[in-house]
């Protein structure tokens, strides 16, 4: 029986490519999605993969969700939480609805799904937890201390479930990408992004396949020995 995988922000950007990779792996993928219906339709439509929604920030709502995924595709063997969203702002202008927002999404919603799918991992003996973090998590960025604290504790959570998660054959790593090439990058002013990638030493923004190509590799059947890492993906930006 294939595996089943929950991608959270799972039909568009680095989500869809996850999407599509684990896919293409054989497993039985559902891509969850926050506002959209419209464009997860569409992507339905184009890639046949099953979207679900729910707010991953909202732990009733995670559950519920992940419990609807269960009933009706299967036991979930594989999450990967990729679900973010941004709130820039310096510390001076940034109110407590941008901090919480961000926190509670990016952060939160590793714990919500975590919490949801690790029982069942455990009671199987087998599960596979994918956080995307980021560069910025590493490294820090001016006007995001919400987003960069979020992903920073993405790999701390990371780190101590690895070690929760180990006995029972659930593995728990983390990916950091840099700057990929996406919608979110692509909101950047030009000569604010020209000047990103002119930091990067191999002189170009990423793909969205090449984190999807990493998750793959840490999801795969025979990956058990891996756990507990950060995966950095950006270019050689940042050697953390």
């Known amino acids: 029986?294939?595996?089943?995988?929950?991608?959270?922000?799972?039909?568009?950007?680095?989500?869809?490519?996850?999407?599509l990779a684990l896919k293409d792996m054989g497993m039985t993928v559902v891509a969850n999605y926050a506002g959209n219906d419209e464009r997860a339709k569409a992507f339905t439509d184009r890639t046949g993969i099953k979207t679900v929604k729910f707010d991953v920030g909202n732990y009733d709502d995670a559950q519920a969700g992940v419990?609807?995924?269960?009933?009706?595709?299967?036991?979930?063997?594989?999450?990967?939480?990729?679900?973010g969203i941004t709130r820039d702002g310096t510390?001076?202008?940034?109110?407590?609805?941008?901090?919480?927002e961000v926190i509670d999404t990016n952060l939160g919603g590793c714990f919500t799904m975590a919490k949801a799918v690790f029982p069942g991992m455990k009671e199987r003996g087998w599960g596979r937890i994918v956080n995307i973090?980021?560069?910025?998590?590493?490294?820090?960025?001016?006007?995001?201390?919400?987003?960069?604290?979020?992903?920073?504790?993405?790999?701390?959570?990371?780190?101590?479930?690895?070690?929760?998660?180990?006995r029972f054959g659930i593995t728990v790593n983390a990916i950091a990408p840099g700057y990929i090439d996406t919608d979110m990058v692509a909101a950047v002013p030009a000569d604010v992004l020209a000047k990103i990638v002119a930091k990067i030493p191999v002189g170009r923004l990423g793909q969205a396949s090449e984190i999807a190509r990493a998750v793959g590799f840490l999801v795969a059947e025979d990956a058990g020995f891996v756990t507990g890492s950060t995966l950095s993906i950006n270019g050689g930006q940042h050697m953390y």
């Open 133 to 166: 973090g980021s560069i910025n998590g590493q490294a820090g960025q001016y006007g995001q201390v919400n987003y960069a604290a979020a992903k920073s504790g993405i790999h701390g959570f990371t780190k101590a479930l690895a070690q929760e998660g180990a």
């Open 67 to 83: 419990q609807k995924v269960a009933d009706e595709v299967g036991a979930v063997d594989v999450l990967v939480n990729n679900a």
């Open 1 to 19: 029986m294939a595996r089943v995988a929950i991608v959270t922000g799972g039909t568009r950007g680095i989500g869809e490519a996850i999407s």
């Open 91 to 100: 510390l001076l202008k940034m109110d407590k609805a941008a901090w919480n």
